[in-house]
């Protein structure tokens, strides 16, 4: 009877010990796929949101002087800024959304205002924190800042 309790427990542990041999490659090979997955996901987000952030500045920055200089001709160019805006919506965090919303209103306050001079424009440029985008890029700086940390964090 001893002998059989032997036999037996050794075949349970050879048993074992081929499972756990074989589930430990494909567990393995899951948390790495998984890892590699979300960092791909995590940087495919960091780079769409540069891209519209740019996009939203570059836009913004050209809307803006046309608008100092009145050669802004119709409002196709402020309602491009409102489709950047609920673009932006879909996955940028409160702070960036609220920063893009209150430069669109800007842009639509200043629609219409009489046209200003090369002079009052460089004033106007020289002014300390004269930038209307400002707080916007600075806003989609910290946003992005922790995403990368995000993703830094995510490879460790």
Known sequence: ?????NTVTSVLAALGGSVIGATTPVLS???LQRSLTQRELTNREIVQ??????EFIRQGTACYAQLLAQSLENIDEI???YALVNRIRLFASSSVLDAAEAFVKK?????????M??????SVALEQHADPLNDFALK??????????RATWQRK
């Open 117 to 122: 001079s090369i002079e009052q424009i460089k």
């Open 140 to 149: 989609c700086r910290a946003e992005l800042r922790e995403v990368y940390d």
């Open 79 to 81: 309602v491009a800024m």
């Open 107 to 115: 842009l639509v306050e200043k629609f219409g205002d009489k046209s």
């Open 1 to 5: 009877m001893n002998s059989m309790d």
């Open 49 to 54: 949101r540069e891209e519209l952030y740019s």
């Open 29 to 31: 090979n899951f948390v």
